[in-house]
């Protein structure tokens, strides 16, 4: 079992930094794959980035902010981050961390436990 809570959203203006945090509980941290995923009002959840368990293994992100946000992972602090610059408009959304025990992914499926969510709001 792994509980999620997500940190550090909030209202930024464009081209802005944030950096969001999620700190799990449980034994078995670095066993799950992580991911970050987001949703805006009115539209599905979509996959943000994420993260294989070693952190080495490899990180995945999608078009819309590769090149933008980083994710990484410090499995002695049982934590993962999001690290998002140049903020733009279309990226504000609740942001949700999620666990894998399977592989890193951007299939929502592939996640079995998920945070509450942080908003993250970018004015123009």
């Known amino acids: 079992q792994v509980q999620l809570v997500e940190s550090g959203g909030g209202l930024v203006q464009a081209g802005g930094s944030l950096r969001l945090s999620c700190a799990a509980s449980?034994?078995?941290?670095?066993?799950?794959?992580m991911g970050w995923f987001r949703q805006a009002p009115g539209k599905e959840r979509e996959f943000v980035a994420a993260?294989?368990?070693?952190?080495?293994?490899?990180?995945y992100y999608a078009d819309s902010v590769k090149g933008r946000f980083t994710i990484s992972r410090d499995n002695a602090r049982k934590a993962v981050y999001l690290q998002m610059n140049s903020l733009k408009p279309e990226d504000t959304a609740v942001y949700y961390c999620?666990?894998?025990?399977?592989?890193?992914?951007?299939?929502?499926?592939?996640?079995?436990?998920w945070g509450q969510g942080t908003q993250v709001t970018v004015s123009s």
């Open positions: 999620a666990a894998s025990l399977t592989r890193a992914s951007g299939d929502t499926d592939e996640y079995a436990y």
């Open positions: 449980g034994r078995t941290f670095s066993s799950y794959a």
């Open positions: 993260i294989s368990w070693s952190g080495g293994g490899g990180t």
